[in-house]
């Protein structure tokens, strides 16, 4: 619950900020996607200006998490091997326990055997 109450608090006025930067920024922008020729532009863009603010955070949050997850590869793999080698361990584990459980059960099974002779 604490940390939803958290999310809200900053949702909220992270929010406010971006409406009311969209709201400032509302006016046509061009963006010149050809180099060589500027004043007559063969690839170009227009949108409001913070549709590319919006855009270049977008990207930015994109290219952070891409990073971030590259750079945690080898902690992923470090856990897939260890997690490989859990489950080998629990399942020889399972298999001696097994095994003991059966042997325990031929000695039980062995040793009520002479009880049931009859002395006749």
């Known amino acids: 619950m604490l940390k939803r109450i958290l999310w ?3 949702a909220f006025p992270a929010a406010a900020l971006l409406i009311t930067l969209a709201v400032a920024n509302r006016h046509s922008v061009r963006l010149v996607l050809d180099p060589f020729r ?4 063969v690839l170009s863009v227009v949108l ?3 549709g590319f603010l919006f855009g270049a955070l977008l990207i930015g949050v994109l ?3 891409a990073a971030t997850w590259m750079s945690q590869g080898r902690w992923r793999r470090t856990a897939r091997v260890r997690t490989g ?3 080998r361990w629990q399942t020889e584990a399972d298999r001696l326990m097994r095994e003991r459980d059966a042997e325990v059960a031929a000695r039980a099974k062995a040793l009520a055997a002479p009880e049931k002779r009859n002395a006749a």
């Open 63 to 65: 290219l952070g998490g």
């Open 85 to 87: 080698e859990a489950r």
């Open 48 to 50: 409001p200006f913070y």
């Open 8 to 10: 809200l608090l900053t």
């Open 38 to 41: 500027p004043e007559t532009p």
